[in-house]
């Protein structure tokens, strides 16, 4: 916790915010409200010693940051409390590049999970995406493209296998061509999103893939 060392006549603040004196440190908070009762020895008679209540200000993370900088404090002599608002400042170029540099590298990250979490296929079922999978799948396709008999079974839950014929096996792929095709469709637009500052944070570029790759 930290507080405030104020003047009661006054409520003028000595010092910066910190911790309360030694000689009070075990002291409850209602019991620092008004110090005149201690050993003048102390001196801190007049004086008390009240929560600080920090937040946090508007600030445009694309451009800005947080310090540790306290400002605006104001005493409340009936909540017993300082109120205060930390800081803010501009990123420096050398900051926002290091934020874009971050950012476009976690659109990979993204963009890969969302790619191997699997896609909806033609036949109303799900199939994998990982790359495991989309290698067997492209195995089968050619078989497919080259035997129009061709038909096997294919695992779209870990109980459930469905026959699929090579028309249906060549449609699967085309899907899954696709979606991929999406994926880095949305990573391409993630990362122009970012260079022009219309995204700035993680959760941004989450809320983009998501709604570019329900």
Known sequence: MTYQHILLATLDFMGPPGPVAPEVASWPDEALRNLDGTDERFGLQDTAFWPLVLTSPAFEPAT?????????????????????????????AAELAARRAELLAYVGEARYAREMAGVTVPGGF???????????????????????????????????????????????????LAFVDACFDADDAACAAILAGTITTRAEVDAFIAHALP
């Open 126 to 176: 799900r199939v994998a995406t990982d790359d495991r999978s989309k290698l067997l799948l492209a195995g089968s396709r050619i078989k497919a493209e080259a035997d129009p008999t061709y038909s096997t079974k294919w695992k779209v839950s870990p109980t459930d296998r469905v026959e699929v014929p090579a028309s249906q096996i060549i449609a699967m792929s085309d899907a899954v």
């Open 64 to 92: 800005e940051t947080l310090t540790d900088e306290i400002v605006g404090r104001v005493a409340d002599r009936t909540a017993f409390r300082v109120t205060a608002t930390r800081g803010k400042r501009l990123l420096t």
